[in-house]
């Protein structure tokens, strides 16, 4: 079963750092563009980040760019997020998504979603 | 950054009932690079509509997506339970990826 499983979430303070993980599973991992997308409690879906399966295309969100970093490991299957400086609005459900195609992180919906790992930034 | 704007916010309708949602994007999306996803309470959001019209995989026919430029419709001919939920389209063409608000559908 094609899978995406998201770990590292947890409790921080804010101005504190966080890296999320997502684990692929039942699929060729570096065919596709994959992304991160956040859900505050109660609120509707926001894009945080994408990259292409090179890594050579990526982009932020205007409210994370410069504070949070996406990579990803095609060897080992799996996507990350770097959150730096950590805002108590950075406070949602983080969720990965699998693009539908390669190429660019733009271009494509996204047809995979894993079920989130919650963030929540406080003192 | 694109806006897309959800109409309406919430419907109520019952079961057998037709849904027609609208997505209207703040400048052209191009390459119809519009998605529609349902989401359910504690559940991921699902990919219904890519491409403006093209259904995803395992997607009954029931649900069918129309538009090009800067506005863009859901339909769902014929509402069963399952299909109560929130609705969000999305546009992947321009960076950043945006998505709307959302419609709710609920039982009338």
């Known amino acids: 079963e094609v899978q995406l499983v998201e770990s590292g979430g947890g409790l921080v303070q804010p101005g504190r750092s966080l890296r999320l993980s997502c684990a692929a599973s039942a699929f060729t991992f570096d065919d596709y563009a994959m992304h991160w997308v956040r859900q505050a409690p109660g609120k509707g879906l926001e894009w945080v980040s994408g990259l292409s399966w090179n890594s050579g295309s990526i982009g932020y969100a205007d409210s994370v760019k410069g504070r949070f970093t996406i990579s990803r490991d095609n060897a080992k299957n799996s996507l990350y997020l770097q959150m730096n400086s950590l805002r108590a609005e950075d406070t949602a459900l983080y969720s990965c998504a699998k693009g539908r195609g390669s190429g660019t992180y733009g271009g494509h919906a996204f047809d995979i979603w894993g079920q989130g790992t919650m963030v929540t930034v406080s003192s | 950054e694109m806006m897309l704007t959800q109409s309406p916010g919430t419907m109520s309708l019952s079961p057998g009932e037709r849904a027609t949602l609208s997505c209207r994007a703040s400048q052209s999306v191009s390459s119809t690079y519009l998605a529609w996803y349902q989401q359910k309470p504690g559940q991921a959001p699902r990919l219904l509509i890519y491409?403006?019209?093209s259904r995803a995989t395992g997607i009954p026919d029931r649900f069918s997506g129309s538009g090009s430029g800067t506005d863009f419709t859901l339909t769902i001919s014929r509402l069963e339970p399952e299909d109560f939920a929130v609705y969000y389209c999305q546009q992947y063409g321009s960076s950043p990826l945006t998505f709307g608000p959302g419609t709710k559908v609920d039982i009338k």
């Open positions: 491409g403006a019209s």
